[in-house]
């Protein structure tokens, strides 16, 4: 088979974190080229970075990222030649589109709907750029990692052209119109999502995150500054049971916490003392690394599952993890590489037990970290995905030439 060529759209979470390191890094960004900024954007290591693309150029394809909403990304890009027929001529006539597309009465009335104008003009502005980059760099297989800012119907302009994989890294309803049937291949983190798709007849892999081991010489010299954290959204309707469990926390032990703040975090006032910031990326791993205990819980909807990206990024500096029991992460607590608990008394006492016997606590951290770094590093996971992937992708070919 070829040399396969992929575009991973994705993005980072929260978009305010890449927003505030571009804000802190601004001089030194005007003076890069696209490849040292696109450095600089993967070593912020938010979200997924470049854990899949990393593995996929180091095995044999040349796979790059594409981070939604990030205008310096697109400006060096086209500063780079790399989105071309761009040009003032081009602009031009996406402004003519653009008006020409618009309602009458809209286009009248604009002062009334001047923010919402504004706001349909940038999102289909990005999507052109994001257009102009696919043709221009000439993918043979699209990622799209949900959920993103783009509605899902845009990728229908690149069906029977272009493979398009797509990974739902959450419950489909936040995903933007999204469409099992756009994708010629679907990655599922549940069971239930994994048997859906296969039952919808469209070729379907279940993955579990996994690990990269450039981590742990990026976050070797940390220290212990913490004694109990959690790092995440709190303060939702479906993060409830969460946000219970870290609310009666932080009212009997040395507890922070680091995350967005949902609409009925005002309901927590405790919490809310004990809140550090937001922070994402790099920063959040070097927090779990600084921190003796790590609490880990899972949204609502999981239904029990242990899902959540939290559990391999503790494993993976090297931190003890202490997270509520699910029966498909049994085997970890069974190998001793983390701790679990049933409920909010049990967890306080074992976060109690852990701070006080060291010694124990930081052996199952170093065990976890070697038990990660064989069964979960992405050098091995994103090596079945690559061999899952290439035959669906040759009889995509097939069928498309036919």
Known sequence: ?????????????????????????????????????????????????????????????????????????????????????????????????????????????????????????????????????????????????????????????????????????????????????????????????????????????FLEYGIDERLVKELSQENKIYDVCFVGLLGTEDQSIKTELMNFLCQHINFKWWGPKGNLISNYPKLIECWQGETSGIDMYRIYKQSKIVVNDYVNTAMGNNVNMRTKEVLSVGSFLLTRYAQNISVLEKQNVCVTFKDENECLQKINYYLLNEKEREQIAETGLSFALKNYNYSQVIKKLMEAIEPAYTNFIKNTHQ
């Not at 990222?65 to 780079?80: H, V």
């Open 1 to 205: 088979m070829k040399k396969l060529k992929l575009l991973k759209i994705d993005s980072f979470y929260p978009v305010s974190y890449l927003y505030q390191k571009q804000k802190e890094n601004h001089e030194i960004i005007q003076t890069m080229n696209y490849n040292d900024y696109y450095s600089w954007q993967m070593s912020l290591r938010s979200y997924l970075s470049d854990y899949f693309t990393h593995s996929m150029n180091k095995m044999g394809w040349e796979a790059r990222e594409f981070i939604d909403l990030d205008e310096e990304l697109i400006e060096k890009l086209i500063n780079d030649n790399q989105i071309k027929k761009t040009g003032l001529l081009y602009q031009l006539n996406f402004l003519k589109v653009f008006i020409l597309n618009q309602k009458i009465i809209d286009i009248i009335f604009f002062w009334k709907n001047l923010h919402w104008l504004k706001n349909k003009f940038a999102r289909e502005k990005r999507n052109w750029y994001l257009e102009k980059y696919i043709i221009s760099y000439k993918p043979d297989i699209i990622f799209v990692r949900e959920p993103l800012t783009i509605d899902g119907s845009f990728w229908e302009r690149f069906s029977r052209k272009v493979f398009i994989v797509s990974l739902i890294g959450s419950n489909t309803a936040h995903a933007i119109n999204f469409q099992p049937s756009r994708s010629n291949f679907l990655i599922a983190l549940t069971p239930e999502y994994f048997e859906f798709f296969k039952a919808l007849g469209i070729p379907s892999y």
